[in-house]
């Protein structure tokens, strides 16, 4: 019988740039992991810690930004660091842009983000390579746990946000069934399982928003932790010419 | 501290239409639920106690799903299921049919299955009301847990699935945090939680495809726990108005 189990690690101090990460999280995780175990991070220490981080006085905004934040009620320079962490808009209305990062993620506002920011005029953005990052700290942790860095996204058709992953090292990303079947032969329907994205959203139902508990622990997914660190988050994603929501 | 746990109940018999699933599950769980655990139900073993199986004998496919059989290269009386199932298609290109159930969820093939289907020309479609099943499932089960039922999802960008809450009994299926703010007054970005949808991805963490162990117990949710039954799955369902990616 398998069994889940989750936790917090405690508390970290505020994460500046230049800060050594891996090392802050081992201090809070003391002997607490151990391989085996998937240590999910927030994103957003893993940007600060990188100096993934804008400060919007350096920002001069195009005529694109300034036309796009006139029509949704925005601070043009915030839009620009948008459309600068975009590949594309997939959707700009209604005051909510839909874009597709550098990195392939389709997220509301290219994953740019003001709250929980270091300054009243600063930005947070997504860490420039994810899966790089989720290898670091998984080489430099303590117990060698598999790493999943998450974000909060929304979702096409559903309310709310989930966590997903955004960087993964260890962890098998996607459990493929595809081509097994069932007792009677019939190919089984569900059978590419986002492992990664489950185990963010597993974690995230024990952390607190406003806490400074960026770091769980995810313990029960040793039949998906590999001893390479596999393909990544980028594995979760699908590419554009596959997908049926592209640019509609 | 927050601690999360998910472990399956043991295995159900197969379950046949006209069964008591709560009987059954009961049996499965002993005295494992107390009030405060999340049950997580596959939505499968709903269907089939509720007889929500379509027998392909009877179906008497109409042109439209005769020509959108032909393009996808299925059987038409199994299109012509997808289309009783559907309000409408959102896409069917390249063999996929993504389509807005009459519940209203966004999903492939209007959650229509054949895999684990009771015979070779019978099909599994959603139960008739997932939150009516999941409160008639609470009520009748020792220690009254809350109750979700849960099925895999695809997701518009990312490859794979992850179960998400098509029912929901007694668990609050959004925590809504808009309007709260960071520790610096801005505004939170991730501000409304689809606990329901990562309570049914936790559990399914904890389940094998192709066991029967369709019932997951989660322990440690005890502060999403509502004594009344709340507003259910449908509360996760995006207005079609509101949405960006309604039909593109």
Chains 1, 2 share one sequence.
Not at 3 to 12: D, S
């Amino acid at each position: 019988m398998s069994r889940l189990e989750a936790w917090p690690l405690p508390a970290l101090p505020e994460v500046r740039p230049g800060d050594d990460l891996a090392a802050l999280i081992a201090v809070a995780a003391g002997d607490a992991l151990r391989g085996g175990d998937v240590l999910v991070v927030a994103h957003k220490v893993v940007s600060k810690a990188e100096g993934a981080i804008v400060d919007l006085a350096g920002v001069a905004p195009t005529d694109r930004a300034r036309e796009l934040a006139a029509e949704a009620h925005k601070d043009p320079r915030h839009v620009q660091v948008v459309l600068d962490e975009s590949a594309e808009l997939v959707r700009a209305e209604r005051g909510v842009f839909i874009a597709r990062t550098r990195h392939g993620f389709v997220c509301a506002n290219a994953g740019v983000d003001a709250s929980n920011a270091p300054g009243p005029d600063t930005l947070v953005v997504l860490p420039r390579d994810p899966d790089v990052s989720a290898r670091g700290l998984r080489a430099a942790l303590p117990g060698r746990p598999a790493v999943v860095i998450a974000d909060s996204f929304g979702r096409a058709w559903r309310n709310g946000q989930v966590e997903v992953a955004i960087g993964v090292a260890g962890l098998r990303p996607l459990e493929d069934w595809r081509g097994r079947r069932d007792s009677a032969g019939r190919e089984l329907r569900a059978t590419w399982i986002a492992v990664a994205d489950q185990a963010a959203a597993a974690a995230d139902l024990v952390r607190d928003k406003d806490s400074r508990e960026p770091a769980v622990v995810v313990r029960g997914l040793e039949r998906h932790v590999t001893d390479d660190d596999g393909p990544g988050a980028a594995a979760l994603l699908r590419p554009p010419a596959e997908d049926l929501f592209g640019r509609g």
